[in-house]
């Protein structure tokens, strides 16, 4: 897969003594579009230009948005169980801290690379601007497939990683948390690492810990909850019964797997989910709680047996006629060929970035409404923010209080979207990024290019 990205980012090599300059230029334009389609940090860079356009952004802050701070590549050796040695690269990127410390989580994942997590830092920029949260937008990543380590290798890869990158990781610089293929435990053990360096235990290095290491109630189901609260005001505005609703989810991780089973309990019909190895579809619905039962005991949906549930592809997925589709999993999911073919009302978007620019465009056409990734799932990023003001503050609050404040900040920033994108005639997508953006513009203004 990663191969394949590679490739279609190779350079295109025109001969050019057969070509003429239109030619070579009409080439670089389409050279450029497959960049936009297939690299998620072009695609950040795309949604900027798109807003400034509308905004009419001063051109200096634009370029200055289009680039992050800093990115630290780093080697991470590890002494295998079996004697070997393997070395892994990972990666942490600071998008921007003008707003505050950096935030964002940290992903394993075999296809990881730089420009994906530069784009995702972008995002968690955007994402805490849009929520008014004093943070920056950071992320990292580790390019390892986390299922072909043992658990001591696991832990082993962690804290060497958090070693590697410490000199830009602290409460007061950027908060790492959680994100696809890591979870309560590699918080701990970036926790404890980061605390053995400085001699104290310094929980608010990161969030998503485990609750008995100064964690917080409601993190782990807290983007599905936002994703829930997102569409609930959605579908008040819009007059749609969400009880009625058919929907399908791509992704059963922390994520995708929280939503369906909020949608579930609500009374919803989860019509398919899927995981990386496929998803299973039955049109009456799925009994959610068996299948995430199946999950939790480390399996696949792809060997789940039920004779009523049909096994499907990730491709057919996200074109099943149903009424709201969210897609949890990853970036670049719904594609200029695959955009014609959605059959929904709603896309929700669980993942970052799994829309590109090309089928916003497709999607708008047709109508379907698209809720933009860093309004749906703020919930992550909103609750994370508040597991660092109660280390902060070493006074925990309890779940009652941590829903009502993300439901508060969360349907605030929804109504915000919805009547600019009504007031100015744009996608939810523009809107959210037109709030995000000015008020990072003002900041930039405001501190000043130093020195
Ligand atoms: P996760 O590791 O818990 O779950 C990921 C799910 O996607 C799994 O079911 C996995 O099998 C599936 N998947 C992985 N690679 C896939 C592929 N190539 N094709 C199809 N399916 C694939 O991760 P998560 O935390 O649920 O994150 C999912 C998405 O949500 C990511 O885009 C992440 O950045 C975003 N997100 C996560 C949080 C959070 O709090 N965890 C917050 C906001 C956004």
Same mark, same amino acid.
């Given at each position: 897969?990663?191969?394949?990205?590679? !490739?279609?980012?190779?350079?295109?090599?025109?001969?050019?003594?057969?070509?003429?300059?239109?030619?070579?230029?009409?080439?670089?334009?389409?050279?450029?579009?497959?960049?936009?389609?297939?690299?998620?940090?072009?695609?950040?860079? !795309?949604?900027?230009?798109?807003?400034?356009?509308?905004?009419?952004?001063?051109?200096?802050?634009?370029?200055?948005?289009?680039?992050?701070?800093?990115?630290?590549?780093?080697?991470?050796?590890?002494?295998?169980?079996?004697?070997?040695? !393997?070395?892994?690269?990972?990666?942490?990127?600071?998008?921007?801290?003008?707003?505050?410390?950096?935030?964002?989580?940290?992903?394993?994942?075999?296809?990881?690379?730089?420009?994906?997590?530069?784009a995702l830092a972008t995002w968690m920029t955007f994402k805490c601007s849009l929520l008014n949260l004093p943070l920056g937008g950071a992320k990292g990543g580790v390019c390892v497939d986390?299922?072909?380590?043992?658990?001591?290798?696991?832990?082993?890869?962690?804290?060497?990683?958090?070693?590697?990158?410490?000199?830009?990781?602290?409460?007061?610089?950027?908060?790492?948390?959680?994100?696809?293929?890591?979870?309560?435990?590699?918080?701990?053990?970036?926790?404890?690492?980061?605390?053995?360096?400085?001699?104290?235990?310094?929980?608010?290095?990161?969030?998503?810990?485990?609750?008995?290491?100064?964690?917080?109630?409601?993190?782990?189901?807290?983007?599905?909850?936002?994703?829930?609260?997102?569409?609930?005001?959605?579908?008040?505005?819009?007059?749609?019964?969400?009880?009625?609703?058919?929907?399908?989810?791509?992704?059963?991780?922390?994520?995708?797997?929280?939503?369906?089973?909020?949608?579930?309990?609500?009374?919803?019909?989860?019509?398919?989910?899927?995981?990386?190895?496929?998803?299973?579809?039955?049109?009456?619905?799925?009994?959610?709680?068996?299948?995430?039962?199946?999950?939790?005991?480390?399996?696949?949906?792809?060997?789940?047996?039920?004779?009523?549930?049909?096994?499907?592809?990730?491709?057919?997925?996200?074109?099943?006629?149903?009424?709201?589709?969210?897609?949890?999993?990853?970036?670049?999911?719904?594609?200029?060929?695959?955009?014609?073919?959605?059959?929904?009302?709603?896309?929700?978007?669980?993942?970052?970035?799994?829309?590109?620019? !090309?089928?916003?465009?497709?999607?708008?056409?047709?109508?379907?409404?698209?809720?933009?990734?860093?309004?749906?799932?703020?919930?992550?990023?909103?609750?994370?923010?508040?597991?660092?003001?109660?280390?902060?503050?070493?006074?925990?609050?309890?779940?009652?209080?941590?829903?009502?404040?993300?439901?508060?900040?969360?349907?605030?920033?929804?109504?915000?979207?919805?009547?600019?994108?009504?007031?100015?005639?744009?996608?939810?997508?523009?809107?959210?990024?037109?709030?995000?953006?000015?008020?990072?513009?003002?900041?930039?203004?405001?501190?000043?290019?130093?020195?």
């Amino acid at each position: 897969m990663l191969e394949d990205k590679k !490739k279609d980012q190779a350079k295109i090599v025109y001969p050019e003594a057969l070509i003429t300059t239109d030619q070579i230029e009409v080439s670089r334009i389409v050279e450029k579009e497959i960049l936009i389609e297939t690299n998620p940090f072009e695609m950040a860079k !795309k949604q900027i230009d798109i807003v400034a356009e509308k905004i009419g952004l001063d051109p200096n802050i634009r370029e200055y948005l289009k680039r992050v701070e800093r990115s630290l590549i780093v080697s991470i050796p590890i002494m295998m169980d079996n004697g070997s040695l !393997k070395i892994f690269e990972g990666y942490r990127v600071h998008h921007s801290t003008v707003r505050g410390p950096g935030k964002g989580g940290i992903r394993y994942s075999p296809d990881v690379y730089l420009d994906e997590i530069k784009a995702l830092a972008t995002w968690m920029t955007f994402k805490c601007s849009l929520l008014n949260l004093p943070l920056g937008g950071a992320k990292g990543g580790v390019c390892v497939d986390p299922r072909k380590l043992s658990e001591g290798e696991l832990e082993r890869l962690t804290r060497r990683y958090t070693a590697e990158i410490i000199n830009v990781i602290g409460p007061d610089i950027d908060i790492p948390a959680p994100d696809i293929n890591t979870g309560p435990q590699i918080m701990a053990w970036i926790m404890d690492t980061y605390s053995m360096h400085k001699g104290r235990a310094i929980p608010g290095v990161v969030t998503g810990k485990p609750i008995e290491i100064g964690g917080s109630v409601g993190r782990e189901t807290a983007t599905g909850m936002g994703l829930f609260y997102v569409l609930e005001a959605l579908c008040n505005k819009i007059n749609i019964d969400l009880k009625t609703q058919n929907i399908v989810v791509q992704g059963f991780g922390n994520v995708g797997g929280n939503i369906a089973n909020i949608l579930h309990e609500k009374g919803c019909n989860i019509i398919a989910v899927s995981d990386i190895t496929g998803g299973l579809y039955a049109k009456s619905g799925l009994n959610i709680k068996e299948l995430l039962e199946w999950r939790d005991r480390n399996n696949y949906l792809k060997d789940f047996q039920n004779k009523n549930y049909k096994f499907i592809t990730n491709e057919d997925i996200l074109t099943i006629k149903c009424d709201i589709l969210i897609p949890a999993a990853i970036e670049n999911q719904i594609t200029q060929s695959n955009a014609y073919n959605i059959n929904c009302k709603i896309i929700l978007e669980g993942a970052n970035g799994p829309t590109t620019p !090309k089928a916003d465009g497709i999607l708008k056409k047709r109508g379907i409404i698209v809720v933009p990734d860093i309004l749906a799932n703020a919930g992550g990023v909103c609750v994370s923010y508040f597991e660092y003001i109660q280390d902060i503050h070493s006074y925990f609050w309890n779940l009652n209080r941590i829903n009502q404040e993300l439901e508060n900040i969360l349907v605030e920033a929804f109504e915000d979207v919805y009547s600019l994108s009504k007031e100015k005639f744009v996608t939810l997508r523009t809107a959210a990024y037109m709030i995000a953006i000015l008020k990072l513009a003002k900041a930039i203004e405001l501190r000043g290019i130093f020195p």
